[in-house]
């Protein structure tokens, strides 16, 4: 028999957002609007310096205040992006685990709830850091490379990303899993929700979230509601 999810879904769609910044509040509302549940990917210590950078569209981008997050992720998932969103590659072991660990720590502290999540910031990931994740008490580890599959993840400790949401075959991809038949389907969209202001795709993203929302097979979980159902089912 196939294996579902729950509810007796088929197949589940999730997106996963990083850095915490003022446009994950028009984000979170459209998420609400359709029911679809996210992983927002936070920075604690910067969220506390309110540092704001400047993207290549000229647009400034400002990361959210503890005060401004604290509510907004209600009935998301809330995860860590290490404390300071430091380049890794050539990090020693102390360094990583501080940037995961005190990350995970102070944002339970923030929201009051468990933080079991981690996205790596920029590309870089190694078997050590998967190590180090687990160490600090993470159940999974999401990565920035793309899948560009429905498949459930192998590896919790290097689960790459589905598709980002900037990618020009974005439409196709969603199509392709609003189509597919395959077991235990997942579909997920990462990215960062300052490119939905500077790529213009508010409308864009609405229409996806409208569309995976009005299809009755489709289940609404975060990436940690995901890999502790696939667990338990014995598939991860
Ligand atoms: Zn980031």
């Not at 009935?75 to 940037?99: C, F, K, N």
């Not at 050590?128 to 599959?149: H, K, Q, T, V």
């Not at 077991?183 to 990462?190: F, P, R, S, T």
């Amino acid at each position: 028999m196939k294996k579902l999810y729950p509810g007796g879904k088929a197949k589940v769609f999730t997106v996963s957002y990083d850095d915490g910044v003022l446009q994950d509040v028009r984000f979170v509302e459209l998420l609400n609007k359709y029911g679809v549940k996210g992983t927002f990917n936070l920075n604690s210590r910067l969220m506390r310096q309110e540092f704001a950078w400047t993207h290549e569209s000229g647009m400034v981008v400002r990361r959210l205040s503890p005060a401004a997050a604290r509510s907004l992720y209600d009935g998301h998932e809330v995860a860590s992006h290490t404390l300071t969103h430091p380049y890794l590659d050539h990090a020693g072991r102390d360094v990583i685990l501080r940037e995961m660990g005190e990350d995970r720590d102070e944002l339970e502290r923030l929201f009051g709830r468990e933080v079991r999540g981690f996205a790596a910031p920029f590309t870089f990931w190694s078997r050590e850091m998967a190590d180090c994740a687990r160490l600090c008490g993470f159940e999974y580890a999401r990565i920035s490379e793309e899948s560009r599959s429905f498949a459930p993840p192998e590896d919790r400790f290097n689960w790459r990303a589905g598709i980002f949401h900037l990618s020009p075959d974005l439409e196709d991809f969603v199509d392709g899993f609003l189509a597919t038949d395959r077991e235990l389907a997942v579909c997920q969209i990462v990215g960062h929700t300052y490119d939905l202001d500077a790529a213009g795709m508010w409308g864009q993203m609405e229409d996806i979230l409208r569309r995976v929302a009005a299809c009755p097979d489709v289940a609404f979980m975060t990436t940690l509601e995901i890999v502790r159902y696939l667990t338990e089912k014995g598939m991860l």
